[in-house]
């Protein structure tokens, strides 16, 4: 590209959103106890669950996305939390704990036990 065509790109957007206006509602967790029935599973196929796989659900009341690592025992990973809800799998029982960062990168965490 020239010069000429590079300064016609419009890079600015609307509106400014800056860091200060940004807050991070917590988030919360659930462990789905009907995870492996037949209609949680019709409901939500492409979760894809397979027998014995725990499944929890983290709403999200942000209007943002927001980046979670889990921990359960020896197990853990990270995902990231869409506005309203986000479910995921795990293959062993026991308490889970999720972590995220507030607006001042500030770890927050919310624990909750599972089947």
């Given at each position: 590209?020239?010069?000429?065509e590079?300064?016609?790109?419009v890079t600015?957007?609307?509106?400014d959103?800056?860091?200060?206006?940004?807050?991070?509602?917590?988030?919360?967790?659930?462990?789905i106890?009907?995870?492996?029935?037949?209609?949680?599973k019709?409901a939500?196929?492409?979760?894809g669950?397979?027998?014995?796989?725990?499944v929890?659900?983290?709403?999200?009341?942000?209007?943002?996305a927001?980046?979670?690592?889990?921990?359960?025992?020896?197990e853990?990973?990270?995902?990231v939390a869409?506005?309203?809800?986000?479910f995921?799998?795990t293959?062993?029982?026991?308490t889970?704990i999720?972590?995220?960062?507030?607006?001042?990168?500030v770890w927050?965490?919310?624990?909750?036990a599972?089947a």
């Open positions: 590209m020239t010069q000429a590079l300064d016609e790109i600015e957007t609307s509106p959103v800056y860091d200060a206006e940004l807050v991070v509602q917590n988030l919360n967790l659930t462990y106890q009907d995870g492996q029935s037949d209609a949680f019709a939500h196929p492409d979760l669950i397979q027998d014995g796989d725990r929890w659900r983290v709403t999200n009341s942000n209007n943002f927001v980046y979670v690592e889990y921990v359960k025992g020896t853990s990973g990270e995902l869409n506005p309203s809800q986000t995921y799998l293959e062993t029982s026991g889970m999720i972590k995220w960062q507030d607006e001042n990168g927050k965490q919310t624990v909750k599972g």
